[in-house]
């Protein structure tokens, strides 16, 4: 079997995939081993599951895309690869720790799977190492992952990274507030997820709201910054950060001082309910990590119970380690 250019498959790997050599593959085996220390010093449990599940019955919660890879098993059910971690362990909570006390400690090191656009360079198969705290309420429960979080970032030796913290529900409300129809939400989200600030003042200025609210919708998701941030904010957006004060008030100082506040800070997968939070460094220009509450998921499948988590990319980890030592990423 040929490709269209002629050129034999078997001498191809797919677009999003990479071997890795053994000089880099002990380098990162070297960092999940620091990471891996981290997560199992804070009492979260190793688990590891199918990197192929049955397709689950859940909603797609908005904005979710379903899974990038679906395939029939010899019964001609779906299966799919797993895009994350965090609906895997759910359904393991569900089924397998059904009648356990929580709060639940889980972490991993494992493979997801994520459609790629053509020529954007972006990562098919992706090394995650991350953390879920099922049962872990707000605002405590947020706090120490965040600290988990931290921890395992300096453990690996990243010397200049923020943790921008948000609330998934924030921007939600304000389009409730200002009256914005239920069926317009999505495709706003939607752009402010991808940070993309034109389109999203595109969509809110095809509303017809008044300059006031107009106003609210585009200031909002670009505020970002210390606590000060926090304060001095008008009805309703000041009840809507209660949350992240909360967080922060629960954070040790060299913890507290690595966060930056963002108002604007959505996640693209929809089923995250409250705190959101992004791993960013100056040595890589794309988020090292992500995670955030997610206390409705557990419920789909059985067994209603808070949770949050989170999930290093361990190769974006890997290059902004990299890029620090050339001197990339500056000074804390």
Do not use: N
């Not at 720790?97 to 954007?120: E, G, K, M, N, W």
């Not at 129809?181 to 969509?203: K, M, Q, W, Y």
């Amino acid at each position: 079997m040929t490709s269209g250019k002629g050129l034999p498959l078997f001498d191809r790997i797919p677009s999003g995939t990479r071997d890795v050599l053994p000089d880099e593959m002990r380098e990162l085996r070297a960092l999940t081993d620091r990471v891996r220390e981290v997560f199992e010093r804070a009492g979260y449990g190793e688990v590891y599951t199918p990197a192929l599940e049955y397709e689950p019955p859940l909603p797609r919660w908005g904005r979710s895309p379903g899974p990038a890879y679906r395939l029939f098993d010899e019964q001609g059910q779906v299966l799919v690869l797993r895009s994350d971690m965090t609906v895997p362990i759910a359904r393991l909570v569900a089924t397998r720790y059904r009648t356990s006390d929580p709060p639940l400690r889980f972490c991993y090191i494992a493979h997801a799977y994520r459609s790629v656009r053509p020529q954007r360079g972006q990562s098919r198969e992706l090394l995650q190492a991350g953390v879920e705290l099922v049962g872990g309420a707000a605002p405590t429960g947020t706090a120490e992952v965040l600290t988990v979080l931290c921890a395992a970032l300096d453990a690996a030796g990243l010397r200049t990274y923020k943790v921008g913290l948000g609330d998934a529900s924030l921007y939600p409300m304000l389009l409730e507030a200002v009256g914005v129809a239920p069926e317009a939400h999505d495709t706003i989200l939607s752009e402010l997820a991808a940070g993309d600030f034109v389109g999203v003042e595109r969509e809110v200025r095809r509303l017809g709201l008044g300059s006031q609210d107009v106003d609210l919708l585009l200031r909002v998701p670009q505020t970002r910054g210390g606590p000060e941030v926090l304060e001095g904010l008008s009805a309703p957006l000041d009840a809507a950060v209660s949350g992240m004060r909360g967080v922060h008030q629960l954070l040790a100082p060299e913890v507290a001082e690595r966060i930056i506040f963002d108002l604007g800070l959505v996640r693209s997968l929809g089923y995250y309910t409250g705190a959101v939070f992004q791993v960013y460094d100056p040595a890589h220009g794309v988020p090292i990590g992500s995670g955030g509450r997610y206390d409705e998921l557990l419920a789909s499948f059985g067994r209603p119970l808070p949770a949050v988590g989170f999930a290093i990319g361990v190769e974006r980890l890997h290059i902004a380690l990299t890029g620090e030592e050339r001197g990339l990423g500056g000074t804390r």
